[in-house]
């Protein structure tokens, strides 16, 4: 992972502890694929994209959530599931992170998308 995706995950955990959700762990892999992010919210099990992209992207973050990694995730999202044995709703959410300037990574934004894709 190059350092923008890494500041990228380490901003979007602060945002998501910070607006009440509990991760469960990030990084996740599977034979089917990897989840960033694992979190519970009130009611949800989520699993989380991050994309984050310096300014002058050509496209938005959540663009680069293709078809083939949505399919990638979900898999490795049953896969969790049924390893650990979780009975809970589930969705799927994007955390766009975006750097104002390019290798600063202290100037950001964040867009969460819910509900970004389904199984």
């Known amino acids: 992972m190059n350092k923008t995706g890494e500041w990228g995950e380490i901003y979007a955990c602060r945002y998501l502890r910070e607006n009440g959700i509990d991760i469960v762990t990030a990084n996740y892999q599977c034979r089917f ?13 989520v699993f989380f994209e991050v994309k984050a992209r310096s300014a002058g992207s050509i496209a938005a973050p959540a663009e680069f ?11 490795a999202s049953s896969h969790f599931i049924s390893h650990y044995k979780i009975e809970m709703p ?3 959410d994007v955390i766009e992170v975006y750097f104002k300037e390019k290798d600063n990574y202290e100037d950001y934004t964040i867009n969460h998308i819910k509900d970004a894709y389904s199984a």
């Open 90 to 92: 589930s969705r799927f």
């Open 33 to 45: 694929g990897e989840i960033d992010i694992v979190g519970i919210d009130k009611k949800h099990l």
């Open 65 to 75: 959530v293709t078809q083939d990694k949505q399919r990638k995730t979900i898999l």
